[in-house]
């Protein structure tokens, strides 16, 4: 091997390229070359002070936060996400009330139409419920969006819902007909009224 | 480590900022040793390793995640160091006589702050030193010889940061080291 080769074969070995074989050829020469030794003497010496100096600089303090100060806006939804991911629990609880109140709302807005529980020998003229004179209603009464002339009598509980009790023509005055229920008499034309109303519904059956 | 990096990437690319804070506290001093030993200046290295994030985030939809993300974070480091330094290279002000001192200051701010004993003080002289001789060689060395002990990196990866062969990293590796060797075999 001549000095050349041995320069070459020397690099080959720092960067950990070297056969076994060529390494075994490369320190026979070196043995044998002091001129060779010398060189791949001071080249290892540069090679242990450089992986001593790749020791790692720290970036200056508070480089972290000065980045991200730097970066584009984020879109804002994927704050909400993030934000929403963190507090599952209020959200679960803002998604369910935000449904409930939707649907009381749109059913609150649906019901414009007059409803009545079903008894024989009612009239309904329009938004008007006529309990005819002469007629005993038989059972709890329920008018909803509607108003009601009581002419006749009912025995049992009377709820008007968005409604009124009307003085009819011909009919007794207004408490003059609360008079013909034997029941409780209740008028309900208050969003919570209305609302409670339901939900006491919904649990008695 | 790689597989929570890569989990922080997927959460940026779906537009979360704060994922990328992660990224960055983990990378900061590996990016920041690369662009100050390209530049020298602690200044200079500090800009262009907040715009090499910077970059890497607006362009975090580019990334591959079957790659390697420091390989792509470096090579961001080392072209916009390298784009640095071609800048540079005309206007030659005061502060680039002493291009490199700004090391030695550190050092000896160091040395003054905490009066370490005589051997470190000789140590981060010496490390000051080897900052120089690396910042004298020109760039194309520079840049293979301060990639080649920082992380681990083998040569086939320093190639793939710098967009080199790797028989051009070799070579490159072997004339580094041997402008140093003249230049350092005295210390």
Redesign the interface.
């Given at each position: 091997m001549n000095c050349e080769e041995s320069l070459k074969l020397m690099h080959q070995y720092l960067d950990g390229d070297a056969s076994e074989e060529e390494a075994q050829l490369l320190r026979e020469h070196l043995h044998e070359c002091p001129e060779c030794q010398q060189h791949y003497q001071e080249l290892k010496q540069t090679e242990s002070l450089l992986s001593g100096a790749a020791y790692e600089l720290s970036a200056p303090a508070g480089f972290t936060a000065s980045v991200m100060a730097k970066l584009p806006k984020e879109k804002k939804r994927v704050g909400y996400m993030r934000w929403f991911r963190t507090h599952p629990v209020i959200t679960a609880a803002a998604v369910f009330f935000l449904f409930m109140f939707t649907s009381v709302f749109s059913a609150w807005n649906n019901d414009a139409s007059v409803s009545v529980s079903k008894q024989e020998g009612l009239i309904v003229e329009n938004d008007l419920v006529i309990v005819p004179e002469g007629v005993t209603v038989e059972g709890d009464l329920v008018v909803e969006n509607g108003d009601l002339d009581i002419r006749g009598e009912v025995d049992g509980d009377v709820t008007i819902l968005n409604g009124d009790l009307v003085e009819g023509a011909g009919a007794k005055a207004n408490m003059a007909a609360a008079d013909n229920i034997t029941g409780e008499y209740q008028e309900i034309d208050r969003m919570f009224g209305w609302l409670w109303f339901h939900m006491k519904q919904v649990f008695t059956f | 480590m790689e597989n929570i990096i890569k989990h922080h990437i997927k959460n940026v690319k779906?537009?979360?900022?704060?994922a990328?804070?992660e990224i960055?506290?983990f990378y900061?001093?590996?990016?920041?040793?690369i662009v100050?030993?390209m530049i020298g200046d602690?200044y200079e290295a500090?800009d262009i390793?907040?715009e090499a994030?910077?970059r890497a985030?607006?362009n975090i939809h580019s990334f591959d995640e079957n790659r390697k993300f420091s390989t792509w974070l470096y090579r961001i480091a080392t072209n916009l160091s390298i784009d640095r330094l071609r800048k540079k290279k005309p206007d030659y002000h005061l502060d680039a006589e002493v291009k490199g001192t700004e090391g030695l200051d550190m050092y000896s701010q160091l040395a003054a702050d905490q009066a370490l004993p005589e051997e470190e003080v000789e140590n981060m002289e010496?490390?000051s030193n080897?900052?120089k001789e690396?910042l004298s060689l020109p760039p194309k060395y520079r840049g293979v010889?301060v990639l080649?002990?920082?992380d681990d990196l083998s040569?086939a990866e320093i190639g793939e940061i710098l967009d080199l062969p790797l028989g051009t990293v070799?070579t490159r590796?072997?004339r580094g080291?041997?402008l140093?060797?003249k230049k350092?075999?005295h210390?």
């Open positions: - | 779906k537009g979360d900022q704060a990328f804070e960055v506290s900061q001093n590996k990016v920041y040793h100050f030993r602690t500090q390793a907040q994030f910077i985030y607006t010496l490390q080897i900052h690396i010889i080649r002990f920082l040569l070799k590796i072997h080291r041997e140093l060797r350092l075999r210390v």
